[in-house]
């Protein structure tokens, strides 16, 4: 049988597990960007990371003359362009009367604009690096292409991203509910929003492979809402929405390795909309179905 | 920085705080005593908010200086003033437990990657108790009133055992029992010698509630014992209207 087949092959398993791992990190770091409001930052983290992607393996093919699609190569690339697009839209809405939002949309029209320029002009103009880059597969995530090496580099970056926010967690929960009380305690508000920021450009940045730059926001997004929808507590909601995540885009990276024709992203995003949808409607205490319910009984009474 | 003991709590000097190129604060002086309940009134925009996150050091200064003494002089400890805010500055459908958001006020005092352990947990419960919402301990923080909001900020501060407070409108959008509630633990907390500062809208209260006042109309108005300072005049100055039915004279 076909699905037991793939399921014992090497390959596959080196997908699934780490599109589970990228799932996981993604859905846990996403709860602080949803609580904070930051979806659109996440949106522009990922568009943005497109150009650093491209310019880190054109730079790589210049020094090494080979082209290499190694996340080792390409990660740094992304990381610098996120952080870049958000440092500069941070540093024009405080220079100027732009609005956040605003500048983030700048940004993100900026980079994500000359990175598909970049993209473009490789594969056209120097087909012998760019033709066969298969970097078209940032756009919207290809799993299969992952390799052993890259599932090592996911486990490290998204390791240490989820240690650093165990090691500091009272403190970012303090500075994501009320930042203004964490600055009248002494907390240096500042330090501790690179490091979010920082945690959050990790979780998106390994994620872009399954998901790609168009998608992966949903990735980091979509499992915090819906975790939010069944508990009240923040720890918990962080556990879920890693679980929600980890079993949503494993599931997505087996089902596009089994029809081979499916991209990876969209398969991962419409599975954990789909979780998304359902927590919405039956969630206890806050889905539609309760509150319908409640309305119902209010009026009856 | 002079060592003198300052006879002040808290004293601004030529406060000026913008926000982009408008003046919220512009050339305050003033001076809060130790000890007492001291109120910060004004009309809205007057920057009262503005004061306390100048002297809190979360809004930038433009110009001029806040410095802080403690009652024994020596230097004040961020961690030692007890902020307040607004209630309505924060998201209160945040998943998070009442006793959760109060044991934030221990916070302060935790070193680097410090948890905070059973001995917070203590004194957050005395906290709780303070403010008669023990009982509430393990609720979501979506599920409370207004008033109940208020005591669990009030309690956050409390946790700390600050020497100073600053509280921003502790009793907006509270009813008149809870406000009375709210307004004795803070009365015990000048009985304990703590200097208590709040922002204040209700001016038919200000000669009952408050030992010194502060007027604010971006510009300091005036600032004293309110026996002296809360006058027609001086609100005239500070609202643009006619104060009189507002100020009882003793009898």
Known sequence: MAFLELANDYTVQVVVLGSAGIGGVSGALGCFAYLRRQSLMGDVVSHSSLLGIVLAFWLAFLITGESSRSLWVLMPGALLAGLASLLLSRFITRRTALKEDAGLGVMLAIFFGSGMMFLRYLQRSQPRVGGQSGLDQYLFGMAAAMTKADLWMIGVLGGLALFAMTLTWFRLKLITFDPQYAAGLGLRLGLYEVVLLSLLVIGIVIGLQIAGVVLMVSLLIAPASAARQWTSSLGSMVMLAAVIGAVTAASGAFISALVGSLPTGPVIVLLVTLVFLVSLIAAPGRGLIFRYRERRRVRVA | ?251
């Not at chain 2, 982009?20 to 009262?48: F, S, Y």
């Not at chain 2, 006020?105 to 001995?119: A, D, M, N, V």
């Open chain 2, 1 to 251: 920085m002079d060592a003198t003991l300052s006879s002040h709590a808290i004293e601004t000097r030529n406060l000026t705080v913008t926000y982009g190129a408008e003046p919220v604060l512009w050339n305050v002086d003033a001076q809060i005593p130790h000890r007492g309940m001291t109120g910060i009134i004004g009309p809205n925009g007057a920057g009262k908010s503005t004061l306390i996150k100048a002297i809190l050091g979360i809004v930038p200064i433009a110009a001029g200086d806040v410095s802080l003494s403690a009652a024994c002089g020596g230097p004040v400890e961020a961690n030692s003033i007890g902020y307040v805010p607004q209630r309505n500055t924060v998201d209160w459908d945040f998943p998070t437990s009442v006793f959760d958001v109060v044991m934030m006020g221990t916070y302060g005092r935790l070193r680097w990657f410090q948890r905070p352990g059973k001995e917070q947990r203590e004194e957050t419960f005395a906290a709780l108790e303070k403010v008669e919402m023990q009982d509430f301990a393990r609720r979501q923080i979506g599920e409370l009133s207004g008033g109940q909001q208020q005591r669990v900020f009030l309690a956050r501060a409390l946790v700390q055992n600050p020497s100073v407070y600053l509280m921003d409108e502790p009793f907006a959008g509270v009813d008149a029992k809870t406000e009375h509630a709210l307004f004795e633990i803070m009365s015990r907390l000048r009985e304990e010698d703590a200097t208590v500062v709040m922002v204040h809208h209700d001016l038919t209260r200000v000669q009952q509630y408050f030992d010194h006042v502060v007027m604010l109309n971006r510009r300091l108005v005036a600032s004293g014992p309110t026996r002296s300072t809360f006058s027609s005049a001086s609100i005239e100055a500070c609202y643009g209207v006619a104060g009189q039915s507002l100020v009882t004279t003793a009898c």
